[in-house]
């Protein structure tokens, strides 16, 4: 579809929403990089429970918690949200999207127990390079070379900003691959479904099938115990972050992506969404939740090097562009 053809986000023209896009999508990732705190500090705050539950079953069950959350604003909120729930097209985006969410938080949290952060992070951060690689095949579209410059500039900066990854291939390692498949093909898919049906609605469609999928898995996994599953609800330290989870990390950061990211090339997307780990270790650093590192400079150093050579890049672009047409 093309671009003429898109919708300004709440009132906004669609040049304007195209100007504001970078900037929400940026401060996105501030939010992002907030929720592993939030998340560290319910994992925290419930150790007898893992114990009692196990990490996978507690993890999934804050998961389909937070979406939960978020949904019931959306529908409280906006009417557009409501209205999509009775859309069959909204659903079918949504629920292909709430799937790659879905998978994508579970493939992750089941290898990180396996598996230092390092590792992690450097599996995890090739969905930059597969979201340029399904954009080329999905697309017939071939990114620039400069592209592919700032590419590799992301990959290494988050696979490098908790310090040299340890790897040696094992079950957890292909799990966390998985994981970088399955977001990057998230990346693409938001970009094609939000350029048809309306964001809103897929978002809460969205989120209503990650819940729906956790619940699910809750039940068939514990079976009579799913209901002492609620107590984790009640437990001290564990509702405001939960909260912030649902409301910022679910809410507004995954609304944010599926209003603004259609106005933007699914590879630079990528490759901004990079400065998510960037903003964990930041916050990290402030609540002295990890140690420093000179790879913290050196990653984030080179994630910022990457967004700033596609950004010059691709404003020499538009200003040839607009030339081309006066």
């Keep these: 579809m093309q671009s003429e053809q898109l919708e300004g986000v709440f009132g906004l023209s669609v040049e304007q929403s195209r100007k504001i896009a970078p900037f929400a999508l940026f401060a996105m990732t501030f939010i992002w990089g907030a929720t592993f705190v939030w998340m560290k500090q319910i994992l925290d705050a419930t150790g007898p429970e893992i114990e009692e539950f196990g990490v996978g079953t507690v993890t999934m069950f804050y998961i389909g918690a937070r979406f939960l959350i978020a949904a019931l604003l959306l529908a409280i909120l906006f009417k557009s949200c409501r ?194 780990p960037v903003w964990a270790t930041i916050i990290g650093l402030v609540l002295a939740m990890v140690p420093w590192s000179w790879w913290i400079l050196v990653g984030g150093g080179a994630i910022l090097l990457g967004n700033i050579i596609v950004e010059i890049t691709n404003s020499e672009e538009d200003t040839k562009a607009e030339k081309s047409e006066e």
């Excluded at 230092?116 to 399904?134: H, K, N, Q, R």
């Excluded at 992301?154 to 079950?171: K, M, N, R, V």
């Excluded at 939960?242 to 992506?257: E, Q």
């Design 83 to 276: 209205q999509g729930l009775a859309d069959s097209q909204i659903w079918k985006f949504g629920t292909w999207l709430g799937l790659l969410l879905f998978l994508g938080f579970l493939s992750q949290m089941s290898a990180l127990d396996e598996i230092d952060p390092g590792t992690s992070a450097f599996l995890t951060s090739l969905y930059v390079v597969l979201t340029a690689l399904f954009t080329t095949f999905f697309e017939a579209k071939k990114p620039a070379k400069i592209m592919w410059i700032g590419v590799g500039l992301a990959t290494f900066g988050a696979s490098f900003i908790s310090g040299p990854p340890h790897l040696s291939w094992g079950t957890a390692e292909l799990i966390t691959v998985i994981c970088a498949f399955v977001f990057a093909l998230h990346i693409v898919y938001t970009q094609k479904a939000t350029k048809i049906a309306d964001p809103m609605g897929i978002s809460i469609t969205s989120f209503i099938v990650v819940v729906g999928l956790s619940g699910l898995l809750l039940a068939l996994r514990e079976g009579n115990e799913f209901v002492d599953l609620f107590v984790l609800l009640s437990i001290e330290g564990v509702l405001f972050p939960l909260i912030c989870l649902g409301v910022l990390g679910s809410g507004v950061a995954l609304v944010t992506l599926n209003l603004f990211q259609r106005y933007f090339d699914p590879v630079k997307a990528a490759i901004l969404y990079s400065f998510e």
